[in-house]
């Protein structure tokens, strides 16, 4: 079944199920938001779009947001990790703002399809088991997602020190 686009995390899983079930994916997918100007300094965004076209970027995942996100755990952030993930988190995750951020073809390509639509299909089904505290429920899991895409892509939980 066909789900409604109602978020960049919608946005995102829809095109990475395409890209799993067709096996192709450009050398490296920007994942941007409509607002990514407000969250990313434009002279890098340059400096990466050039660095791929020059063919001399290798980073297997590259956040592109300028300020770091507040790390923060809770019953259901760790239960949403463990739905999405298939595993306990290791570490607090850490991240960058807003869910901007580049992936290479390779690692793109890691997750088969099924993956990113359990994933997908998640966002509209009810908040797992640790989630009851959870003022509203629509839109959690895509709260969560913003700190976890790059574990997603099966980076570790801590990018950077």
Same mark, same amino acid.
């Given at each position: ?13 829809? +095109?990475?199920?395409?890209?799993? #079930? ?15 100007? +407000? +969250? ?18 290798? &980073? ?21 990790? #463990? ?26 390509? #890691?997750? #088969?399809?099924?993956? %990113? &639509? ?6 509209? &089904? ?6 009851? &505290? ?14 976890? %895409? +790059? ?11």
């Amino acid at each position: 079944s066909m789900l409604m686009m109602r978020d960049e995390c919608s946005a995102y899983l829809t +095109h990475l199920v395409g890209a799993a #079930q067709r096996r192709d994916a450009a050398e490296y997918t920007f994942f941007l938001q409509a607002d990514a100007t +407000h +969250h990313i300094d434009p002279r890098m965004l340059d400096l990466v779009v050039r660095a791929v076209g020059l063919r001399s970027l290798s &980073a297997p995942f590259l956040h592109l947001g300028r300020a770091g996100m507040v790390s923060s755990t809770s019953s259901c952030k760790r239960a949403i990790f #463990q739905q999405a993930i298939g595993r306990e988190m290791r570490a607090m995750p850490r991240t960058y703002c807003c869910a901007h951020f580049a992936v290479r073809r390779d690692v793109l390509l #890691q997750a #088969q399809a099924s993956a %990113w &639509a359990a994933m997908l299909e998640a966002m509209d &089904a009810p908040l797992p088991t640790g989630c009851e &505290a959870a003022r509203v429920a629509v839109g959690v899991h895509c709260l969560v997602f913003e700190s976890i %895409w +790059h574990v997603m892509f099966g980076m570790p939980e801590q990018l950077s020190s």
